[in-house]
């Protein structure tokens, strides 16, 4: 399974803009780059997917270089509530392998007031 | 919510014993994925269930099974419990069984203390 590379955390200010960034030099042709976040005490959150373009959603934007070796996860203006470990995974596509999200560590995200 | 249920949501039980954890999916998806997180392993992936069929397996122990039933709902069997398998287990869910980007929706977890 491909790896991916993330800083152990981060800090921002509340209603800041937050870049996480994400390196996965060894991605394949068939990897979606996935981004879920963990909120204490709760299960893992589905936040946002991408192939080889930009995506936005409700919860934030993702950016991915060129050569899609590195991406990163945008959250336009951060709330208390965003204060999470972020997780950036690599999850195959190809229907043989099944759906697994292979997590790593994550980066913990911490917002100041 | 994620719509994805889980039961029971604490478990305390002694070495040696055997526990069963229960999981209802979302309406109307079809995969099933059990993860089991840790202290020192971080969350990790152990099976996946589609439609009733084991579809992927990740580092799950010979003593731990899991089977999807005809109404979809999984459960997982832990046996031959030992202290290193207190940990959080995580159920999630999800449409399809694989191909494509497919999202999945976990549930709260059961946390299993084994002592």
């Known amino acids: 399974d491909a790896k991916t590379t993330q800083p152990n955390s981060m800090e921002s200010n509340e209603e800041e803009p937050v870049h996480l960034p994400c390196n996965h030099s060894?991605?394949?042709?068939?990897?979606?780059i996935h981004w879920y976040r963990q909120l204490p005490s709760q299960g893992p959150e589905y936040v946002i997917h991408g192939l080889t373009s930009n995506v936005n959603n409700r919860m934030a934007s993702l950016a991915i270089a060129e050569d899609r070796k590195s991406s990163t996860l945008i959250l336009h203006r951060a709330t208390l509530r965003d204060a999470a470990v972020y997780y950036c995974i690599l999850r195959d596509g190809r229907r043989n392998q099944g759906g697994k999200l292979i997590f790593g560590q994550g980066t913990e995200l911490s917002v100041k007031p | 919510d994620s719509g994805v249920t889980q039961t029971p949501k604490h478990l305390i039980t002694a070495t040696g014993q055997r526990v069963t954890l229960r999981c209802s999916p979302r309406s109307g998806d079809l995969s099933v994925y059990w993860y089991q997180q840790s202290l020192d392993q971080g969350l990790q992936f152990l099976i996946q269930y589609y439609n009733g069929e084991e579809r992927a397996k990740g580092n799950i122990l010979e003593r731990f099974s899991a089977q999807q039933f005809p109404d979809l709902h999984s459960e997982l069997n832990l046996s031959s419990l030992e202290l290193g398998d207190s940990a959080l287990y995580f159920c999630?869910?999800?449409?399809?069984?694989?191909?494509?980007?497919?999202?999945?929706?976990f549930g709260p977890g059961t946390r299993l203390t084994v002592t």
């Open positions: 999630a869910s999800s449409v399809g069984g694989g191909g494509g980007p497919g999202e999945q929706y």
């Open positions: 060894t991605i394949s042709g068939t990897d979606y």
